[in-house]
Every structure is written in structure tokens, then in C-alpha cells.
């Protein structure tokens, strides 16, 4: 199989921090790869390792057959970089940051202003082309920054946490958008802290953990491994929670977890939901919330290592004070 | 969608050559240029600050210091330029530090331009800024009656000296932009020690009305060398001294703080 980035044994610390751990990563050609963790898991350090932004300690990569270290020059002309680390110039207008790299890159000024142009309409930009990018809402932003990185039409794309803080519409739309390029024979490698899009986006995805692939595979066999779905039961009276949880414990046959007024159980049957239903009518027991949902990043990294996925402080430096 | 239409995969350039890196830089000094036109603040210091500090302080201190305001603003002149030059030269770190907190420096490295194409770029950006402050002195000077003593030579040697110096000395500007975590701090280290120490030299008021401790210092201030060397340059008084004297402090400037600043930098990217 022909592979647009491999890595074998990647080592990078930060003083006493070890961002990563020896990862190894295969993507091949025309696919979209998901790195998925919590904050400070090293996906970052990983990213800036590949886009040449960074050396690893130990190890090596290849990214279109090219030493991330030795051919950084050949690996810089394949690749588009998004990420809230690279970052588009927000005092230059979203018209004149794409002439900027186009520029860059080697086009002409007349060659450079119509791919500008071409990628402002492509990404719904054209009315805000001539608007200094630090006016640009959050989704405009995320769109600019991703049509930067596409100025130079680059084989690889990074995305590092494309969506992160985004509204589930400009979310959706940046997801449309992932898709085309990948339709078009991109090869795409997401960092993300949301299993819900690592499963919409990629065919496979790898978990991080402290610098480590815990554990890989396609979004159905990870999901597989982590119970699919969680049943939320919010009892309207706090006593009732122990009624609850044993219901709850009966039905699914999984441990369930009370926390924070809230009942939570791992459910993989369909029929979970209505048996629980009628079980708690029964009972006469009021409920406030009841809900099922995907496994959460929480749960894969709950099934997957034991321990909940750490939430480092808003605003921490990733990639230099790895949690 | 045009925006993903793969063009035929070339195979990649192996190096860059020293012409693409220059073209590089020039790209990249438009880009720090342009941000003025969306950036008001920047026009201020570039141009209304220079002439605010002119006019105040040829008017409220020249007749206390120098008997009369036309006389003062001979003194005064050469010297604010200096001054002017100096807190201009924190733009760099400023704008470098901007750029690294933001993000844009990786945007900019994960390109395939030359590596030091970011940082040069800004530095040719800063020193045209740099030069439309001077000449802008200069006019504001002249209208208010400011005579050079040496013609256009001098005039012409005066901003040579004075863009060489402050290129020197913008690599303290650049080390400092490389080591404080935000841009604010760029302003605030600018303000803590070029206020201080253009104060100290003999640009505003001569030497010899200062406490005699003081006279010490002034007198070794490379600020006060610069001054004397474009006083002798525009108006009269020495000058081969003067201005030998400013580019062994512009060479050291930059022997040390160039590769504190480049090694700086490499450290934090």
C-alpha cells in the first residue's frame, strides 16, 4: 500500500515532559487518518513534528515519501498546515493573507490574486475578501485559515483540531468541506478531541494517550470496544438515584456510574432504552433527563485505559507543557 | 471545487535558491507594510508621535534651555531623531513577537520559503517605516525652521548613519520580541529602557547643565555619540569622531545581540 505519512518511533520531549512516546503511524494515500485524545495527549507534538515545524528527539517520518528532517524543503511543498498554532495574519484583510502565500509559493501577483479570489468564493469568504480577518467570526476564521492552507493545492493536509470551538453548523460545513478534498485525492491527518468527528471524517483513527497510540482501528471497531452508546437517566428527585442506577444496572448489565445527580451506563442492546423506560414508569420514579448518546472521547479513553480523559486548563501552551 | 483540483504532482524542488529566498523576504516586508494601512495605531507612532515630540519640545522647552525656540530645535533635532529611531526599532520585536504568539511565524514556516525570509522581511519592512519617520523629521524641522549646515550630503550621511545604527540596534529589539511571552511586554521593555536612556544623553539638554554624576554617564551614552555625530552631520560641530564612534557601537550592538537574537529564535520555534 502506498502511504502519504509514515512514522516510526517518534520521541519528542519538553524538559521533563514527554510529548511523545515513541508513536508510529501509517496513512495511506487518499485517506483521512484521525489522531484522537485529550488535550496535551501529544497530537499537536505530532503534527508539528510531520509539517517540519519540529524535531523529534528519536525517531522518523516520511510525509509523501520525504524525511520530515532531511528533504523539509521537499516535504514544506506538499503539505497545508491548519491549526490554532498557524494561524493566518489577522490584521491583512482574508484576500490579501491568500495573496501573501500565494505569493510565497511562487505565483505570479495575477496568478496568486485569482486563486485568491477562486478560494474566497469556494469557502464563502467573497463578501468578507476585503475585511481585515480579526473581524471574522469564528467559523469565517477556520474557513480562511483551511483555504491558507490550501493556496499551494497540497497533496497532504493537516488539520489540527479543525473544529474546536466551532457551532455545530459551521462545524458541519467545515466537515462538507473535508470531504470534497478528500473526494479530490487528498490525504488528510485530523488531530481531534471529538470521537463524533473522528468517526464522521476517518476511515481510520488512532487514540493517543500521554505520548502513546493506545489503541487504532476504524471508528465502528473502536466503538465496539467502547459499548457504543451511554444512557443518561437524571432522576427528578436525588433519592431516587439508587433505584435508578440499579435499573439501569439490571437492564444493560453494566456497572453503572452516578455522578453528579445522574445516572450514566453503558448500553450496546437497542432495546436498553425502552426496557428502562418502562421499568422506571413501574417504579413511579420521576425522571429530568434521559438520554442516549454516542460514546464520548470520555468513554473510549474510560474502556480503553482505565482513567478519564484529563482536561488540561483552558488556554495551556499543547505543545509545550504537554498535560 | 476548483479549491481541491489537484494539478499534476510534480516532483519537488530540492533546495531554494538565494533569489527565491529574497523574493521571499520582499513578499514578506509588503506583507508588514500593508498591516499599516489596517492599522491605525501604527500610523500614530510612525508619524503623528515623531512631530507631537517635535513641536512640544521646541516650543514649551526651548526657550527655558536654549534662549530662544529656533536655536533649540537645532540642538533638539538631531537628537529626537535618535530617540524616534530607537523606540521605532521595538516595531520588530514587537511585530515578531506578534507573530509568534499568534501563530503566523508557523503558518510562515511550514511554507517552502527560505528560513530566514520571515524575519528579514520584517526587519527591510521596519527600516522603510524607519526612514519615512526621519525624513518626516526632517521636513516637520524644516518648516519649522531647522537650517542644515552641510547640505545634502549631510543630510544624505545623517540617514545613512542613523538607518545603520538603528538596524544594529533592532537585534536587541528582535531578542527581546523572541523572549517575552506577549507583545505588550516588547512595549513595556521599550519603554523601561529607551526612555531612560535617550533622557540621559545630551539630546535634550546639553551636557554641562546636568548634576556632575550624571555628566559621566552622558557623556558615554552611546545615544549621546549617535546625537553629536548627526548634529555634526546636519548642523557643524566634529564629526569623523563622532561617527566612527557610532558605528563601533552599531558593530558591537550587532556582533553581540545578532546571534543571541538569531540563536534566540531557533530555540523558540
Redesign the interface.
Do not use: C
Given at each position: 500500500m502506498d502511504y502519504a505519512i509514515r512514522a516510526e518511533g517518534l520521541v519528542r520531549r519538553f524538559g521533563a515532559t514527554t510529548a511523545l512516546d515513541g508513536v508510529d503511524l501509517a496513512v495511506p494515500t487518499g485517506t483521512v487518518f484521525g489522531l484522537l485524545g485529550p488535550n496535551g495527549a501529544g497530537k499537536t507534538t505530532a503534527v508539528?513534528v510531520l509539517?517540519?515545524?519540529l524535531r523529534a528527539d528519536e525517531g522518523h517520518a516520511t510525509v509523501?515519501g520525504?524525511d520530515v528532517v532531511r528533504?523539509a524543503?521537499?516535504v514544506?511543498?506538499?503539505?497545508g498546515?491548519t491549526?490554532?498554532?498557524?494561524?493566518?495574519?489577522?490584521?491583512?484583510?482574508g484576500a490579501?493573507n491568500l495573496l501573501?502565500?500565494g505569493?510565497?509559493?511562487?505565483l505570479s501577483r495575477a496568478d496568486a490574486k485569482r486563486r485568491a479570489r477562486?478560494?474566497l468564493a469556494?469557502?464563502q469568504l467573497s463578501d468578507a475578501g476585503d475585511r481585515?480577518a480579526k473581524t471574522y467570526s469564528g467559523g469565517m476564521r477556520r474557513r480562511l485559515d483551511l483555504?491558507?492552507s490550501?493556496v499551494?493545492?497540497p497533496?497532504v493536509l493537516f488539520l489540527d483540531e479543525p473544529t474546536t470551538g466551532l457551532d455545530p453548523r459551521s462545524r458541519n460545513e467545515l466537515w462538507d468541506?473535508v470531504r470534497?478534498?478528500v473526494?479530490?485525492?487528498?490525504t488528510v491527518l485530523l488531530t481531534t478531541q471529538y470521537l463524533e468527528e473522528a468517526d464522521q471524517l476517518a476511515g481510520e483513527i488512532a487514540v493517543v494517550d500521554h505520548g502513546r497510540v493506545i489503541a487504532q482501528g476504524t471508528p465502528e471497531e473502536l466503538k465496539a470496544k467502547t459499548g457504543g452508546q451511554t444512557l443518561t437517566v437524571r432522576p427528578a428527585d436525588a433519592s431516587d438515584l439508587a433505584t435508578v442506577a440499579s435499573i439501569a444496572g439490571e437492564v444493560s448489565g453494566a456497572t453503572p456510574e452516578v455522578a453528579q445527580s445522574a445516572v450514566t451506563v453503558a448500553v450496546n442492546d437497542p432495546g436498553v432504552l425502552p426496557a428502562v423506560v418502562r421499568r422506571l414508569e413501574a417504579a413511579e420514579i420521576t425522571v429530568a433527563e434521559l438520554a442516549l448518546r454516542g460514546a464520548s472521547l470520555d468513554e473510549v479513553f474510560l474502556s480503553l485505559t482505565g482513567h478519564r480523559a484529563e482536561d488540561a486548563p483552558a488556554g495551556n501552551d499543547l505543545e509545550r507543557t504537554p498535560a | 471545487?476548483?479549491?481541491?483540483?489537484?494539478?499534476a504532482?510534480l516532483a519537488?524542488?530540492?533546495?531554494?535558491g538565494v533569489a527565491?529566498g529574497l523574493?521571499?523576504t520582499f513578499?514578506?516586508a509588503?506583507?508588514s507594510l500593508?498591516?499599516i494601512k489596517?492599522?491605525p495605531m501604527e500610523l500614530l507612532d510612525l508619524s503623528i508621535q515623531p512631530v507631537m515630540f517635535v513641536l512640544l519640545f521646541t516650543y514649551v522647552f526651548g526657550t527655558a534651555i536654549a534662549g530662544s525656540s529656533g536655536e533649540y530645535l537645532t540642538f533638539m533635532l538631531p537628537g529626537i531623531m535618535v530617540q524616534n529611531a530607537l523606540f521605532a526599532t521595538m516595531t520588530t520585536g514587537f511585530g515578531l513577537n506578534n507573530d509568534l504568539t499568534?501563530?503566523?511565524f508557523?503558518?510562515?514556516?511550514?511554507?517552502?520559503?527560505a528560513r530566514w525570509a520571515p524575519l528579514a522581511g520584517r526587519i527591510i519592512a521596519d527600516t522603510v517605516k524607519q526612514a519615512w519617520s526621519i525624513a518626516l523629521l526632517l521636513g516637520v524641522g524644516a518648516i519649522l525652521g531647522f537650517r542644515v549646515g552641510n547640505g545634502l550630503l549631510g543630510v544624505v550621511a545623517a540617514f545613512a548613519l542613523l538607518l545603520a545604527f538603528t538596524l544594529a540596534a533592532s537585534w536587541i529589539s528582535v531578542l527581546v520580541g523572541v523572549l517575552v511571552s506577549e507583545p505588550e511586554k516588547v512595549q513595556i521593555f521599550g519603554f523601561m529602557v529607551i526612555f531612560p536612556l535617550t533622557f540621559t544623553s545630551n539630546i535634550f539638554v546639553p551636557t554641562d547643565r546636568m548634576p556632575g554624576w550624571l555628566q559621566n554617564w552622558v557623556e558615554v551614552n552611546p545615544v549621546t555619540v549617535v546625537a553629536d555625530a548627526l548634529r555634526g552631520l546636519l548642523v557643524s560641530g566634529p564629526v569623523a569622531g563622532p561617527v566612527l564612534q557610532t558605528l563601533l557601537w552599531g558593530a558591537g550592538i550587532a556582533v553581540i545581540f545578532a546571534p543571541l537574537a538569531v540563536r534566540g529564535l531557533k530555540r523558540r520555534?
Open positions: 508539528r509539517a517540519t515545524l509523501g520525504y528533504d524543503h521537499q514544506r511543498q506538499l503539505i498546515l491549526g490554532q498554532y498557524a494561524s493566518v495574519d489577522e490584521t491583512l484583510t490579501e501573501l502565500i505569493r510565497l509559493l511562487g477562486e478560494l469556494d469557502f481585515a483555504a491558507a490550501l499551494g493545492r497533496q468541506i470534497t478534498l473526494a479530490d485525492g487528498v | 471545487m476548483t479549491a481541491a483540483t489537484l494539478t504532482p519537488p524542488a530540492r533546495r531554494l527565491a523574493r521571499h513578499t514578506l509588503w506583507r500593508v498591516q489596517h492599522n499568534k501563530g503566523v508557523d503558518r510562515l514556516r511550514a511554507l517552502p520559503i520555534v
